[in-house]
């Protein structure tokens, strides 16, 4: 080997040696540094007397009312079950449906109902509605009447089931069936006085002159529409709803003479369409 060369060999040598050497050094310093660092922790830690420990604050207790509630308004599913409550009132009106319309017309009707909320899509009610419905022409005059009408009370068992519940405006089918009584009153104007303070006076009144019930089972199905109101912070789970149903009322075919009155026929079954507006939560 040439002098060059061994001069060439030994600085490339030196050269390698240093820059192994700054990176010992370099990897020794972080080393130390952290040893230190963890060594200081450890030594503060160690040297915290018992007198110095202060308890940690306890953490706030949840909202009132918060206990049980998830996701959308509410719906949860947690300790609190009166959350889980559901109520509704609402009155609307009733169209007779099919040959029914040849027994019982055009009326109203009034609903309240309470029940549970099992989850956000389903809700299991039980309701009550009464049904004040005019008689047609044909049976008043058959029982020789000069009015009437038909009076259907029930208490029913009715699943709702939410299609849409996170949304503001929502749709929903229901349905349910139980008991209904049906009453059909016949009546007639009555001579009565009226008296206030200082005088009195002849009057009349429709009187119930005849009538006939029954008692059976029953069955609806239907479905409606939900607005759901914003509340105070935008989580109010009070809903307004529109709602029809097609009802049938298993009442039995009639021949009778109510109280006297003429022969009147009506026909089996009492078949309506409830139209009610509301308010649910």
Same mark, same amino acid.
Request: aromatic share 12%.
């Given at each position: 080997?040439?002098?060059?060369?061994?001069?060439?060999?030994?600085?490339?040598? +030196?050269?390698?040696?240093?820059?192994?050497?700054?990176?010992?050094?370099?990897?020794?310093?972080?080393?130390?540094?952290?040893?230190?660092?963890?060594?200081?922790?450890?030594?503060?830690?160690?040297?915290?007397?018992?007198?110095?420990?202060?308890?940690?604050?306890?953490?706030?207790?949840?909202?009132?009312?918060?206990?049980?509630?998830?996701?959308?308004?509410?719906?949860?599913?947690?300790?609190?079950?009166?959350?889980?409550?559901?109520?509704?009132?609402?009155?609307?009106?009733?169209?007779?449906?099919?040959?029914?319309?040849?027994?019982?017309?055009?009326?109203?009707?009034?609903?309240?109902g309470g029940g549970y909320?099992?989850?956000? +899509?389903?809700?299991?009610?039980?309701? +009550?509605?009464?049904?004040?419905?005019?008689?047609?022409?044909?049976?008043?005059?058959?029982?020789?009447?000069t009015g009437g009408n038909a009076h259907i009370w029930s208490f029913t068992a009715d699943p709702v089931v939410d299609l849409f519940p996170t949304h503001s405006n929502s749709v929903y089918v229901t349905g349910g069936g139980g008991f209904y009584r049906k009453v059909t009153n016949f009546t007639d104007p009555e001579a009565v006085e009226y008296c206030s303070y200082f005088y009195c006076e002849q009057g009349y009144q429709n009187e119930v002159v005849g009538h006939f019930s029954s008692n059976q089972g029953g069955w609806s199905v239907g479905g409606g529409f939900t607005h759901r109101l914003g509340g105070v912070y935008g989580d109010g789970k009070a809903k307004l709803f529109a709602e029809v149903r097609y009802l049938d009322v298993l009442t039995p075919a009639v021949v009778a003479e109510p109280n006297g009155l003429s022969t009147t026929t009506v026909a089996a079954d009492t078949k309506l369409i409830p139209i009610t507006l509301g308010v649910r939560f």
């Amino acid at each position: 080997m040439s002098l060059r060369g061994a001069r060439t060999l030994v600085r490339a040598s +030196y050269s390698v040696f240093s820059l192994v050497f700054v990176l010992a050094v370099t990897a020794g310093i972080s080393a130390t540094a952290q040893t230190e660092s963890s060594h200081d922790f450890a030594s503060s830690t160690m040297g915290v007397t018992e007198g110095d420990l202060t308890p940690a604050a306890p953490s706030p207790a949840p909202a009132a009312g918060a206990a049980g509630q998830s996701g959308h308004y509410g719906y949860g599913s947690g300790n609190n079950w009166t959350s889980h409550l559901a109520f509704e009132g609402g009155g609307g009106a009733n169209a007779p449906a099919g040959d029914s319309s040849d027994d019982i017309t055009w009326g109203g009707n009034f609903t309240a109902g309470g029940g549970y909320r099992f989850n956000k +899509y389903l809700s299991m009610l039980v309701e +009550y509605q009464f049904i004040d419905d005019k008689l047609p022409g044909r049976i008043i005059g058959e029982a020789g009447a000069t009015g009437g009408n038909a009076h259907i009370w029930s208490f029913t068992a009715d699943p709702v089931v939410d299609l849409f519940p996170t949304h503001s405006n929502s749709v929903y089918v229901t349905g349910g069936g139980g008991f209904y009584r049906k009453v059909t009153n016949f009546t007639d104007p009555e001579a009565v006085e009226y008296c206030s303070y200082f005088y009195c006076e002849q009057g009349y009144q429709n009187e119930v002159v005849g009538h006939f019930s029954s008692n059976q089972g029953g069955w609806s199905v239907g479905g409606g529409f939900t607005h759901r109101l914003g509340g105070v912070y935008g989580d109010g789970k009070a809903k307004l709803f529109a709602e029809v149903r097609y009802l049938d009322v298993l009442t039995p075919a009639v021949v009778a003479e109510p109280n006297g009155l003429s022969t009147t026929t009506v026909a089996a079954d009492t078949k309506l369409i409830p139209i009610t507006l509301g308010v649910r939560f």
